[in-house]
Nanobody, 129 residues
Framework: VQLVESGGGLVQAGGSLRLSCAASGLASGLTLSMYAMAWFRQAPGKSREFVGAISGSGGSTNYADSVKGRFTISRDNAKNTVYLQMNSLKPEDTAVYYC???????????????????WGQGTQVTVSS
C-alpha cells in the first residue's frame, strides 16, 4: 500500500492543522479497513516517535501522552484516508509527520516503527511561538 500525507504547514502556537493520509495501491481483495494505521513524527536531531494509532474499523484509538487531549485520529475507509486533527499546537510539535500502516494488529494500538509495514513520505508541520 502506498501512503501520501498532506496538510502540513506553518501555524502559530495555539492553532490547528488537519493532516490527511491517502492510501492507494491496495492489492486485490484488500481494503484499508484491514490495516491499523498510525501517525509518527520526527523532529530534527531526534528519533521518530509514535503519535497515535487507530484500529481498522476506526472504533479504537491510542495516543502518546504528549498529544493526548489535543490530537485526534480518524479514518474514512470508503475514501481510503486517515486523518490527524491537531489542536492547541505547541512549538514542540514541530516535526515531520508520517502516517504508516501496521504489519499486524496490536490490541493496545501502541506501535513502534518496527511494527509498521508501509510509510508515507512525510509532511512538515512547523509551529511558531
Amino acid at each position: 500500500v502506498q501512503l501520501v500525507e498532506s496538510g502540513g504547514g506553518l501555524v502559530q502556537a495555539g492553532g490547528s492543522l488537519r493532516l490527511s493520509c491517502a492510501a492507494s495501491g491496495l492489492a486485490s481483495g484488500l481494503t484499508l479497513s484491514m490495516y491499523a494505521m498510525a501517525w509518527f513524527r520526527q523532529a530534527p536531531g531526534k528519533s521518530r516517535e509514535f503519535v497515535g494509532a487507530i484500529s481498522g474499523s476506526g472504533g479504537s484509538t491510542n495516543y502518546a501522552d504528549s498529544v493526548k487531549g489535543r490530537f485526534t485520529i480518524s479514518r474514512d475507509n470508503a475514501k481510503n484516508t486517515v486523518y490527524l486533527q491537531m489542536n492547541s499546537l505547541k512549538p514542540e510539535d514541530t516535526a515531520v509527520y508520517y502516517c504508516a500502516a501496521a504489519r499486524s494488529v496490536i490490541r493496545s494500538l501502541k506501535y513502534s516503527t518496527n511494527d509498521m509495514y508501509s510509510w508515507g513520505q512525510g509532511t512538515q508541520v512547523t509551529v511558531s511561538s
